[in-house]
């Protein structure tokens, strides 16, 4: 299962395929994680050649509504604290994944993390969300089902 933008204008800042100037990432559902890759290029960097970590904390904030958003959940994040692990360099692949660590009606706690494709990890992030809206589960292909 895979989804590229989770609106009809296709504009999320960071999944959104006709936003110019996005990230473009693409999740998809594995077990009980969103995952996707993602390789930080020229204009996503801090210091030079090296990715910016307000981005990390975007990517690893969307694997987290896409984690949410495959079982139909609408949220908000409330509360996000990330640890970086080592710099990532411009160029190198990522792996970010997001995961349900805890869910009541009203809040669901998540752990997200991004590791190099070997397996290093170089950041990770736990983070509350608040529940708007609770839909059907969204089904292969992408629509909810």
Same mark, same amino acid.
């Given at each position: $299962? %895979?989804?590229?933008?989770?609106? @009809? #204008?296709?504009i999320?800042?960071?999944?959104?395929?006709?936003?110019?100037?996005?990230? @473009?990432?693409?999740?998809r559902?594995?077990?009980?994680? +969103? =995952?996707?890759?993602?390789?930080?290029?020229?204009?996503?960097?801090? *210091?030079?050649? &090296?990715?910016?970590?307000?981005?990390?904390?975007?990517?690893?904030?969307e694997a $987290?509504? /896409? =984690?949410? /958003?495959?079982?139909?959940? @609408?949220? !908000?994040?409330?509360?996000? %604290?990330?640890?970086?692990?080592?710099? &990532?360099?411009?160029?190198?692949? !990522?792996?970010? *994944?997001? %995961?349900?660590?805890?869910h009541?009606r @009203?809040?669901? #706690?998540?752990?997200?993390? +991004? %590791?190099?494709?070997?397996?290093?990890? &170089?950041?990770?992030a736990?983070?509350?969300? *608040? =529940?708007?809206?609770?839909?059907?589960? &969204? +089904?292969?292909?992408?629509? +909810?089902?």
């Amino acid at each position: $299962m %895979e989804l590229s933008a989770r609106d @009809k #204008d296709n504009i999320c800042f960071a999944c959104g395929k006709d936003n110019p100037i996005g990230l @473009k990432m693409a999740f998809r559902l594995e077990g009980e994680r +969103a =995952v996707a890759e993602f390789t930080p290029g020229h204009w996503h960097q801090s *210091w030079n050649g &090296v990715f910016h970590g307000g981005l990390m904390a975007t990517i690893l904030d969307e694997a $987290m509504g /896409y =984690v949410l /958003y495959f079982r139909g959940i @609408k949220a !908000l994040t409330a509360r996000f %604290e990330m640890r970086l692990r080592k710099p &990532v360099n411009t160029g190198q692949t !990522l792996r970010i *994944w997001a %995961e349900i660590t805890r869910h009541t009606r @009203k809040i669901i #706690d998540c752990h997200m993390g +991004a %590791e190099l494709l070997d397996g290093t990890p &170089v950041a990770e992030a736990t983070a509350t969300t *608040w =529940v708007l809206r609770r839909d059907e589960p &969204v +089904a292969p292909g992408g629509r +909810a089902g």
